[in-house]
């Protein structure tokens, strides 16, 4: 059942989008602040400032719950390891059930202010069938759309407006390289900066550092992994003013091939079976162009513009859980817990949905300095079943994507498909799991008043 939010936009920033982007565009006057040491030991330096809360990754996860923990009046310092926000593989999508987090925050029209697109509705075209798999007009929301904006620009928009609380301090360039521990307990971080290796004591860790978290691995936290029988390739082809406004998927001939309007160009997220990117190199750029056509008539006017392989990204495809988020003194949450797959476009909203609960459970306790191992459980408690639940529905659509993939001939849609797309509600439920998910959140931590 393919479509235009089975996979999760990602974006690569283009040398041109590098130059043009600046720290005043997003008002990032917090970045690269000084270290200040009050011991220095054979490389190893203590900072000053001890924090309630370090939370290693700059990401979504991280930022937010680095937001919402300082308008708590909760000291946080969040590390983030390169200079700024531009990233390849950055996923694009901010789902109405984050919008309306931001709403709840007061700052939606704000971040609406930045250029972005937008998606309404979902749909896919099965061979020569085309149906609408979700609307999302209907839902509960202030904003009833999936907006499309460069991460970058979110995660400077949340960190500008982070920066307004005294108690958000966010150091760039700084990167998580191990943990303190002491009788068994997570105290702080150690981490490289560019003034050499500092110690950052801590009372809570949040490790918010992706699938390859050195907060987790660290902490020797047992990982569970499902198995994964796609990848996703990612490029981008030109936009021209009739093509269709809303992204489509395209199933046939073995291919899954997914549209995502960014405006001036199209992202393409391309499926293939795990492990075949190597065999499309070895049948060459031609035949994969023309497999490109192939799927997708009215691009034949356009692939010659991928006319080498690194304008083809491979993005390998992870779907695990570690079966405890935390041990005392340290929470992992977002991939660092839990790595989605990108079928349904909504690991960043599941993070960034950690990121509030987090905030809602642990805030006070850490204001009162009352923290507790069972106040690190109960997030996991409270989300791991969302978490869970989404995971197996996109073990069930890897199944589906699968056979398309296998099926090199016409594809011809299923009946089950045929039936349901013509089910009232069906296409307001599929929209409500997309746009809001299994347990959307809302902001119950505390706003304190601030001056800065």
């Known amino acids: 059942m393919p479509s235009s939010l089975f996979l999760l936009p990602l974006r690569c920033a283009s040398r041109s989008e590098r130059r043009s982007f600046s720290k005043e565009h997003i008002g990032l006057t917090f970045q690269n602040r000084p270290a200040t040491f009050i011991r220095n030991m054979p490389g190893v330096n203590e900072a000053i400032a001890k924090t309630s809360c370090c939370i290693i990754g700059g990401g979504p996860a991280g930022i937010m719950l680095g937001f919402l923990l300082a308008r708590a009046g909760v000291p946080v310092t969040v590390l983030e390891k390169h200079k700024d926000f531009f990233r390849d593989f950055r996923g694009d999508t901010i789902h109405p059930s984050t919008l309306e987090l931001l709403y709840e925050l007061g700052l939606l029209d704000k971040l609406l202010a930045i250029r972005h697109s937008k998606i309404t509705q979902a749909s896919a075209c099965v061979g020569d069938y085309h149906v609408t798999i979700a609307d999302l007009s209907h839902l509960p929301t202030h904003a009833k759309y999936v907006a499309l904006m460069p991460q970058w620009d979110f995660l400077g928009f949340l960190a500008s407006e982070a920066a307004k609380f005294p108690h958000f301090t966010l150091r760039m360039e700084w990167e998580a390289i ?49 198995g994964v029988p796609i990848d996703v390739l990612w490029l981008r082809l030109s936009r021209q003013k009739d093509d269709p406004e809303n992204g489509l998927g395209y199933a046939n001939f073995g291919r899954l091939i997914v549209l995502i309007n960014r405006i001036d160009y199209f992202q393409v997220a391309y499926l293939i079976a795990k492990g075949d990117f190597p065999k499309l190199q070895e049948a060459g750029l031609p035949a994969f162009r023309e497999s490109l056509t192939r799927i997708v008539p009215f691009l034949a006017d356009r692939v010659h513009e991928i006319d080498s392989w690194d304008k083809v990204k491979l993005l390998t495809v992870q779907v695990n859980r570690l079966s405890r988020w935390s041990s005392p003194g340290l929470l992992c949450i977002g991939d660092a817990a839990h790595a989605m797959s990108p079928v349904g476009g909504i690991g960043i909203n599941i993070a960034l949905q950690d990121a509030v609960a987090t905030a809602n459970i642990l805030s006070e306790a850490l204001r009162s300095n009352s923290l507790t191992p069972h106040h690190l459980r109960q997030v996991q408690q409270y989300r791991e079943k969302a978490v869970r639940r989404t995971q197996a529905f996109q073990v069930f659509a890897h199944r589906i994507l699968n056979k398309v993939l296998k099926n090199p001939g016409p594809v011809h849609p299923p009946l089950i498909l045929r039936v349901l797309t013509h089910l009232p509600g069906f296409k307001y439920l599929t929209a409500r799991l997309i746009g809001m998910g299994l347990q959307p959140e809302h902001i119950r931590s505390p706003a304190l008043p601030y001056t800065k």
Do not use: F, K, N
């Open 178 to 226: 191990g943990l303190l521990q002491a009788d068994g307990a997570t105290t702080g971080v150690i981490a490289r900066t560019p003034e050499g290796t500092v110690e950052i004591p801590a009372t809570l860790t949040v490790g918010c550092d992706g699938r390859h978290a050195i907060s987790r691995q660290s902490a020797h936290l047992p990982l569970l992994e499902e």
